[in-house]
């Protein structure tokens, strides 16, 4: 199955949860934040969120992954990757997390979930 931004049934099957504590950097700060869902496209990024189309870099393990802002709130960001993520670290914690995805049939285990949010209306979600 290949990812369309086009088609959202794709994009919401490939997003995987993970809770993956990474260091952001931009040209003008660097930070720690949390990948809260990855796929080999983009993430989820919560942390502060630089503005939108501000480019940076993920750091983990090792491994330096760029990307950039394609939606920006408060406190998390929306990542779209250049180059697909295909091997190390980060690569392999999101086939770990399918894996896990996989064998509890859907149900996130141990690591963050959508459903974990408290409900609150109008809250986290982009309105323009």
Do not use: C
Not at 58 to 79: P, S
Not at 115 to 121: D, E
């Amino acid at each position: 199955m290949t990812y369309s931004a086009s088609h959202p049934e794709t994009r919401k099957k490939a997003r995987i949860a993970v809770d993956i504590p990474v260091t952001i950097t931009t040209v003008l700060d660097s930070f720690p934040a949390n990948i809260i869902d990855l796929t080999e496209y983009g993430a989820l990024i919560a942390g502060p969120a630089p503005r939108k189309g501000t480019q940076f870099q993920i750091d983990y393990e090792g491994q330096t992954l760029f990307g950039f802002v394609i939606w920006a709130e408060i406190d998390r960001f929306g990542a779209r990757f250049p180059f697909n993520l295909h091997d190390g670290p980060l690569y392999r914690r999101l086939e770990q997390a399918r894996i896990g995805h996989k064998a509890t049939d859907g149900l996130a285990t141990g690591s963050w979930s959508p459903a974990m949010m408290p409900r609150i209306p109008g809250f986290g979600r982009r309105t323009h």
